[in-house]
């Protein structure tokens, strides 16, 4: 017989449709509920049946998923969580808004009270909570301002204009994560578990 294939990474998931796709194959349980549908959900788009197969790596999210299929089928998708308030989230979407529109005291309304991660926050003014943009208060630390001493945005007339070096600021922002992964640690037995981007 004739196999006609594939092979793409986790990308295919983001919406790409090759209709006559009738079967996927992940390897290794992409770490949601909802991505793992989003993968095997490329296949049957036009001919309304699929297969999916679902590879496990030997990591023990995998294997427990192995083990306790109908944990899997009995989930419903994950929620997408999101805290506006963390700063390494907040900080780049600051820079992508004022891209788009440069940003004024008025956009309080929108992005609210800033604080800084708790170690800087420290460092600089502990009394003080940090906000969008001082709220006018002397030494009260702000993500603008932070920005501001990074060359990344400028102060004109009362709004926040990026600087001229900063060309599209978006590409460089991660919509599903922060730039840094984290490990899944035993504490128990002090070995490493798994990590995540």
């Known amino acids: 017989g004739e196999l006609l294939g594939l092979v793409a990474t986790n990308a295919l998931e983001l919406g790409i449709n090759i209709?006559?796709?009738?079967?996927?194959?992940?390897?290794?349980?992409?770490?949601?509920?909802?991505?793992?549908?989003?993968?095997?959900?490329?296949?049957?788009?036009?001919?309304?049946?699929?297969?999916?197969?679902?590879?496990?790596?030997?990591?023990?999210?995998?294997?427990?998923?192995?083990?306790?299929?109908?944990?899997?089928?009995?989930?419903?998708?994950?929620?997408?969580?999101?805290?506006?308030?963390?700063?390494?989230?907040?900080?780049?979407?600051?820079?992508?808004?004022?891209?788009?529109?440069?940003?004024?005291?008025?956009?309080?309304?929108?992005?609210?009270?800033?604080?800084?991660?708790?170690?800087?926050?420290?460092?600089?003014?502990?009394?003080?909570?940090?906000?969008l943009s001082g709220a006018g208060r002397e030494g009260e630390p702000s993500l603008l301002a932070e920005l501001e001493e990074e060359g990344t945005l400028r102060r004109r007339q009362g709004k926040w204009y990026p600087s001229s070096s900063i060309t599209y600021p978006a590409q460089d922002v991660n919509i599903r994560a922060t730039r840094q992964g984290y490990a899944i640690m035993d504490a128990s037995r002090g070995c490493l578990l798994e990590t995540v981007e």
Not at 42 to 51: K, P, V
Not at 90 to 96: E, G, R, T, V
């Open 19 to 131: 209709g006559d796709l009738e079967a996927t194959v992940l390897t290794g349980y992409p770490g949601s509920i909802a991505s793992a549908w989003q993968q095997a959900g490329r296949s049957g788009r036009s001919t309304g049946t699929s297969l999916s197969f679902l590879i496990a790596q030997d990591n023990p999210l995998d294997q427990y998923l192995m083990r306790q299929p109908d944990f899997f089928f009995s989930k419903n998708f994950d929620n997408a969580l999101i805290d506006p308030d963390n700063p390494y989230i907040l900080k780049p979407h600051l820079l992508c808004a004022a891209w788009e529109k440069p940003l004024d005291d008025g956009d309080k309304e929108f992005f609210g009270l800033i604080p800084l991660p708790r170690r800087e926050r420290d460092e600089r003014r502990p009394s003080l909570p940090p906000t």
